[in-house]
């Protein structure tokens, strides 16, 4: 059962009176006037000559925590005018029966059942009193607080992680445009949203998984994912590459190249011919002189003549998988699949042609698929080594 309790002071030495209906209305008349707001949960206001409380009761209920007082009473309202007197009154604990002599126990209370919402209990002794306010008809969405605003007869809903405006109605939607990068896929969360990313990308927001400073890669995030991806086998989901050679700032000669890259084992190769862009990976180290056996090496093609997908060639004849000469700079294979000449920019020795590493499926022209042709003079390439 539920009813409200209003309680108004005019002036300090004005008569009350009070009114039973569906509602108790307690009133102070001064200046030959009546003043009722029964819309205002709570208003007190010294300087206007005016007090008033809506109170709105809640049977079988009590309010658990600490008291400001506690003091026998005869009625309801008498319960009412002290909490209103009050200033640190915001609801009360009523005895639900009297006792022999006729008096109640009145209990005023600092809070109210709104901001200590796990205190309330059901009671077989107490009926609870609060000031009526929005929070009364349960604005509050999706489990949000209903914090009242007394003074504004207003509230605020403190919102559950997740839920957003003013009644916590809006589910947030984490998901915004390119929260998720390069093509992942955004799952919104209760929290945040999560990134399901494609091939050779990872992190938060599906970053490329390899961290490389490549002239030839720089600005296509499609290339740095789909080479993140070929090498992860052999390196791991997240590297770090550095460079060691780059043919059109350190020179074209194959010394050079060798100086600067000899001794270091893991290392890309990445070369640029046209709109083309293919190399390969090899583990073992470019010094020495003859074959270098390992399992590991691979050709790589980002973009190629015969506009298929990106691919990977793994070597075929481990024993062949890369060829060392101080004459010459990376070469891949015993054909050689990729060859790099001496001075590269100024010739058209460089070749591929795939032999002993694996030919992609759907492909026509195994010398000329890589580069677009099967001579060629690259317009650079590089060469990184795992940091």
């Known amino acids: 059962m539920f009813c409200s309790i209003f309680c108004l002071i ?9 009114y039973v209906n569906d509602k108790i209305l307690f009133v102070v008349i001064g200046y030959n006037k009546v003043r009722t707001f029964s819309n205002i949960g709570l208003y007190r206001e010294s300087s206007d000559k005016m007090w008033l409380m809506n109170m709105v009761e809640e049977t079988f209920s009590y309010l658990n925590i600490s008291k400001i007082n506690s003091a026998e009473v005869q009625n309801n309202g008498e319960c009412a005018f002290a909490c ?10 009523l005895e639900a029966s009297a006792s022999k002599t006729g008096t109640r126990v009145c209990e005023l209370l600092p809070s109210d059942k709104y901001n200590n919402s796990d205190e309330v209990i059901i009671s077989q002794k107490f009926h609870h009193y609060s000031i009526q306010t929005p929070c009364s008809r349960g604005p509050c969405q999706n489990y949000g607080t209903c914090v009242p605003q007394y003074e504004k007869n207003s509230y605020v809903c403190v919102c559950k992680i997740g839920f957003e405006g003013k009644d916590c109605e809006t589910v947030i939607k984490h998901c915004e445009k390119d929260s998720c990068l390069n093509g992942g896929t955004c799952i919104d969360g209760v929290v945040s949203f999560e990134c399901r990313c ?4 990872s992190g938060k927001r599906c970053e490329p998984g390899m961290l490389i400073n490549s002239t030839i890669l720089v600005g296509n995030t499609n290339f740095l994912g789909n080479l993140s991806h070929f090498l992860s086998p052999a390196v791991g989901n997240s590297s770090q590459w550095l460079l060691c050679h780059r043919a059109s700032t350190h020179g074209w000669a194959a010394s050079i190249f060798h100086t600067s890259c000899d001794h270091k084992p893991n290392t890309v190769t990445i070369i640029k011919k046209g709109q083309y862009v293919f190399g390969g990976y090899t583990d073992i180290t470019w010094d020495s002189f003859g074959y270098g056996n390992t399992p590991n090496a691979f050709i790589f093609s980002l973009r190629n003549k015969e506009e298929l997908h990106p691919f990977k060639s793994m070597v075929l004849q481990p024993q062949y998988a890369i060829y060392r000469s101080q004459g010459y700079g990376p070469i891949f294979g015993n ?8 001075n590269s920019n100024s010739n058209n020795a460089s070749y591929t042609h795939l032999s002993f590493y694996e030919t992609p499926k759907g492909a026509n022209k195994p010398s000329t698929i890589l580069s677009g042709t099967r001579h060629f003079s690259p317009d650079d390439w590089e060469v990184f ?3």
């Open 84 to 93: 209103l007197n009050e200033p640190m009154c915001f609801s009360y604990n």
């Open 335 to 342: 054909g050689w699949d990729i060859h790099i000449s001496d």
């Open 10 to 18: 005019w002036g300090c030495n004005s008569d009350q009176q009070s």
């Open 198 to 201: 494609r091939q050779g990308f």
């Open 385 to 387: 080594y795992l940091g």
